[in-house]
């Protein structure tokens, strides 16, 4: 059974501090993405990776980055949070193979104050 | 980049009724068209697809049918039952040439009534 976890299930965090979420997925895939989730906007993409060391910016970069330092782990990090990006955050992975299933987290909801 | 646009956002139907989610994508090298379904409070998971070599794809009492001219794509769910409700997104994907990357619409909130 294909397991995506994600650090936190909730994290509160003030604005400005610097944010860390966590992915691990167990099934040996390269590509790792990150999305936001808001209500209306559906799915956006942030970041994903398709390879280790490897990223490649979404749809909507800005205010995020992420490392990805070992094959099944892949990180977002906020630089300096803002009440702005509290959301909920979604990590997902697939196989590189083309049109392939991709796996989601079961999320964390980030809320900044 | 790739644009796509899901309707209708809320949908309500009775329990046995038929429900039609419908999408459309602005990129014309998009070739995989996955939909996914999301719980209240869990993660989204994948209950159909379909690739661009193909029109229409049947699963149980699902359905997805693909119109690459009009560039459109639409989820059926037959005889609804109340575990059918649930928030369906849709997807579209370049495979190769966007990095297996995708887009996603914006959601339909499908409530089935007794």
């Known amino acids: 059974d294909v397991k995506v976890t994600q650090s936190s299930r909730y994290l509160v965090k003030r604005t400005g501090e610097k944010v860390f979420l966590e992915c691990v997925q167990d099934?040996?895939?390269?590509?790792m993405f990150w999305y936001r989730q808001d209500p209306g906007l559906g799915l956006r993409l942030i970041y994903f990776?398709?390879?280790?060391?490897?990223?490649e910016k979404g749809d909507i970069p800005e205010g995020y980055s992420v490392s990805r330092e070992k094959k099944e782990r892949f990180s977002l990090i906020l630089e300096s949070a803002s009440t702005n990006q509290t959301s909920m955050y979604l990590c997902?992975?697939?196989?590189?193979?083309?049109?392939?299933?991709?796996?989601f987290g079961q999320g964390t909801r980030l809320t900044v104050v | 980049g790739e644009n796509v646009e899901q309707h209708p956002s809320t949908l309500s139907v009775q329990e046995g009724d038929s429900a039609v989610i419908k999408c459309t994508y602005s990129?014309?090298?998009?070739?995989?068209f996955p939909w996914y379904k999301q719980e209240l409070g869990k993660r989204p998971q994948l209950i159909i697809d379909?690739?661009?070599n193909v029109g229409e794809k049947k699963d149980q009492r699902i359905a997805v049918t693909l119109n690459k001219t009009a560039k459109h794509f639409s989820l059926h769910i037959t005889e609804t039952q109340p575990e059918d409700s649930a928030v369906y997104f849709c997807?579209?994907?370049?495979?190769w040439g966007g990095g297996n990357k995708l887009t996603f619409g914006t959601g339909t909130q499908l409530k089935v009534e007794l």
């Open positions: 990776s398709y390879d280790v060391k490897m990223k």
């Open positions: 997807a579209a994907s370049r495979g």
């Open positions: 997902a992975s697939s196989f590189v193979q083309p049109n392939t299933e991709a796996f």
């Open positions: 379909i690739r661009s």
């Open positions: 990129d014309s090298a998009s070739n995989y």
């Open positions: 099934m040996d895939h390269e590509n």
